[in-house]
């Protein structure tokens, strides 16, 4: 049970994040302008928005088993709309639908991973599942570009021949929706199969859409804290989805082979960072390792902007580094500064993801007037204020650190 949740975690993040790679692709093909380009990851992430919420709300009303099967069973049926029509107006339903599958599932999994893998494991197999997503996301960039190498270059293997058959030749990134139609049903197979533990949720767990929901909405700090999640989700995934498109119109770099594997090593270092995240998260206050690690950010986006192609290239991926404990941190600081309710407050923070639907749109339409560089010169708006939690952020409980722990010994003393 706990390599089927990982499993799903690697599938989530496979099919999430391999947008960015194929926006120019997108772009080319369908002969869109920038401002339109930003309703692809729109149509993802504002998927989100409406189903986080509602999802934790199926858990409790049916079994994991079920809501696990429906959100795979949405999403096979978003990519094999898209692999059998592609055009753009499918691509923005079948996007949407990819991201309500993924909603579900990001809802459903955790509580799934404690029960399977044992509470006093789940610190360990959550800190693994970050490095699967982590990984996945390295991969996925990969992928693409050895289907669109090798589709209807003569290729003869199995699969290429396959694929020859159903991708049109003038789309070969297509197939890569064929694959995750493949790897979506295989998943739904094995989920049906398996004989799923029973799961009770934790009181943290639960979404309670009454009082609760109202006694949040009131508090100022859940408005800031909801903000800040759009901001981490929107840095994210705008110079995920916009980077390999930058490069390839400022320093003429091809989207197909170094572009996306710029985007393969922003994700890569992402993973990266978090390692070094958990060690200065045990020596320093969360709230300064925001403050560097935002800084840190700052700099690699002006560098990335303004520099050099050679500097663009390591500049880029350096965002992802410095991104890496962004989302825990600010997961934590915002749990930790309400009382109770953090449930219903986990669903309110999820519904925030929705801001990798906001600021990728935003950067297009800017981009589409200004041009990208103005366009992705808003993210400094969305870091700012992620640098600014930093110093506003009060938590009732701060993160325990080693120097915490020795005055400690030395009270005991």
């Known amino acids: 049970m706990v390599i089927l949740v990982l499993v799903i975690f690697f599938v989530i993040s496979f099919l999430t994040n391999v947008l960015g790679p194929l926006i120019p692709d997108i772009i080319s093909n369908f002969n869109l302008s920038l401002g339109l380009a930003g309703f692809l990851p729109f149509s993802f992430f504002v998927a989100y928005g409406v189903m986080s919420i509602p999802a934790g709300l199926l858990i409790e009303k049916y079994s994991e088993k079920a809501v696990l099967i429906g959100a795979f069973s949405i999403a096979f049926a978003g990519a094999l709309l898209f692999a059998l029509f592609p055009q753009f107006s499918i691509a923005l339903i079948s996007l949407f639908l990819i991201g309500i599958g993924m909603a579900m599932l990001q809802v459903v999994i955790n509580p799934l991973l404690r029960v399977s893998g044992g509470e006093s494991n789940f610190a360990f197999f959550s800190a693994m599942a970050q490095m699967i997503f982590g990984l996945a996301s390295f991969l996925s960039p990969m992928l693409y570009t050895y289907l669109v190498h090798h589709v209807h270059s003569g290729d003869t293997s199995f699969l290429i021949s396959i694929l020859d058959r159903v991708v049109p030749e003038n789309l070969k990134w297509v197939s890569l929706y064929w694959v ?6 295989a998943v739904i197979v094995i989920v049906w199969a398996i004989k799923f533990p029973k799961v009770e949720l934790l009181e943290d767990e ?84 925001l403050l560097m690690f935002t800084s840190g950010a700052m700099i690699a986006l002006s560098v990335a902007l303004f520099g050099t192609k050679d500097m663009a290239l390591v500049a880029f991926p350096a965002i992802g580094f410095f991104a890496s404990v962004m989302y825990p941190v600010v997961f934590s600081l915002a749990l930790n500064s309400v009382p109770r309710h953090h449930g219903t407050f986990s669903g309110i923070l999820c519904t925030g993801i929705a801001g990798g639907a906001v600021v990728p749109l935003l950067i297009g339409q800017l981009g589409g007037v200004f041009g990208l560089r103005v366009g992705m010169i808003f993210l400094y708006v969305t870091l700012g204020y992620l640098f600014s939690m930093g110093i506003w952020a009060k938590p009732i409980i701060s993160n325990a650190t080693i120097n915490d722990r020795i005055r400690e010994l030395f009270k005991k003393k």
Not at 180 to 185: K, Q, S
Not at 211 to 231: D, P, Q, R, W
Not at 264 to 271: A, D, V
Request: hydrophobic residues 50%; positive net charge; charged residues 15%.
């Open 206 to 289: 639960k979404i309670r859409i009454g009082s609760a929901f109202k006694e949040l909405l009131t508090n100022k700090y859940v408005i800031l804290f909801f903000i800040g999640m759009l901001c981490y989700v929107g840095t994210e995934q705008g110079v995920a989805n916009w980077t390999s498109k930058f490069l390839q119109e400022y320093h003429n770099v091809d989207p197909t082979t170094q572009g996306a594997r710029v985007i393969s090593y922003f994700w890569g270092l992402m993973t990266v960072g978090c390692l070094l995240g958990l060690v200065l998260l045990k020596i320093l206050d969360s709230k300064t390792v």
């Open 180 to 185: 995750f139609t493949v790897i979506v049903l």
